[in-house]
């Protein structure tokens, strides 16, 4: 099955820095990578994804790339504020079947003022 | 975008017990619905996968006898911990997606259920 691995599992920025969180999936299959953020004891909330289709992705502030060649896909967060911080995963699935997410294991965020 | 409401958000249980957790999507019909698992300072584990009117898929170490999934409409999912232990203690959230399975879609997350088993 999808295994995804996510690093770094903690990362320490001053407000205004640039954030990169970059994660590697297994399964050659996955096509859609969506990124989560979520703060302590709520719920997982989508910031952005991508699909297989597409190499880059951006939303404001934030950004996401896709290699498929290598399997991995990133996510950048530019001018950085203290309310980015947040523990933030990333997924990935396939298109077939249950199309269910399989998780990286996340990666704290703090953003410092 | 689309509501998850997940109920209830906070649950004490005696050990022995069971709990049963709800998950409803409020403005679309969710075809599959997620179960996850996540400790603290953890990532989400899939628990099972659930289709409306068919038996849920679990994963891979889940016990399906534990932890009983009930997908009786394409708005609501159950999870029903039975004989509830305090290594079961942990928070729960659920997860829908709805449209056209053709396509891969959004998934939106209830806000979680933490459960402590005294």
């Known amino acids: 099955g999808e295994n995804v691995e996510q690093h770094p599992s903690t990362l320490s920025v001053q407000e205004g820095d640039s954030a990169v969180i970059k994660c590697t999936y297994s399964d050659s299959a996955s096509n859609y990578f969506p990124w989560y953020k979520q703060e302590l004891g709520k719920r997982p909330q989508l910031i952005i994804d991508i699909r297989s289709n597409v190499g880059e992705k951006k939303d404001q502030r934030i950004a996401v790339t896709l290699n498929k060649t290598a399997k991995h896909f990133s996510l950048h967060i530019t001018e950085t504020q203290p309310e980015d911080s947040a523990v933030y995963f990333c997924a990935a699935s396939r298109d077939t079947g249950f199309q269910k997410l399989v998780f990286g294991t996340g990666t704290r965020l703090l953003v410092s003022p | 975008g689309a509501v998850v409401s997940q109920h209830p958000s906070r649950v004490i249980c005696k050990s022995g017990t069971s709990v049963k957790i709800e998950c409803r999507s409020l403005?679309?019909?969710?075809?599959?619905m997620f179960w996850y698992r996540q400790f603290p300072k953890q990532s989400l584990m899939l628990m099972a996968t659930?289709?409306?009117?068919?038996?849920?898929?679990?994963e891979q170490g889940v016990e399906k006898d534990k932890f009983l999934i009930n997908h009786a409409s394409l708005t609501l999912s159950t999870l029903t911990v039975t004989s509830a232990h305090p290594e079961d203690s942990s928070f729960y959230i659920c997860s829908a997606k709805g449209g056209d399975r053709a396509r891969n879609t959004e998934a939106f997350f209830g806000q979680g259920t933490r459960l402590t088993v005294v």
């Open positions: 403005d679309f019909q969710a075809t599959t």
């Open positions: 659930s289709n409306e009117g068919s038996k849920a898929t679990y």
